[in-house]
């Protein structure tokens, strides 16, 4: 992958693009979440975590 960061722009609003659209097609909600914290959030309750590693 190219450290380019408008090849990584494009290929990245590419891959929204395609993620939107389709499921439309078949009548799929899709839904744009911020980024921040996704990855402590709890998949099976929803609980996030508020501790930030410093």
């Given at each position: 992958m190219s450290n380019d960061t408008k090849i990584q722009q494009w290929a990245f609003g590419l891959i929204v693009e395609i993620v939107s659209y389709k499921p439309t097609e078949y009548g799929i909600f899709v839904d744009n979440v911020p980024s921040e914290y996704t990855s402590q959030?709890?998949?099976?309750c929803g609980y996030t975590s508020i501790a930030v590693a410093t």
């Open positions: 959030e709890c998949s099976r």
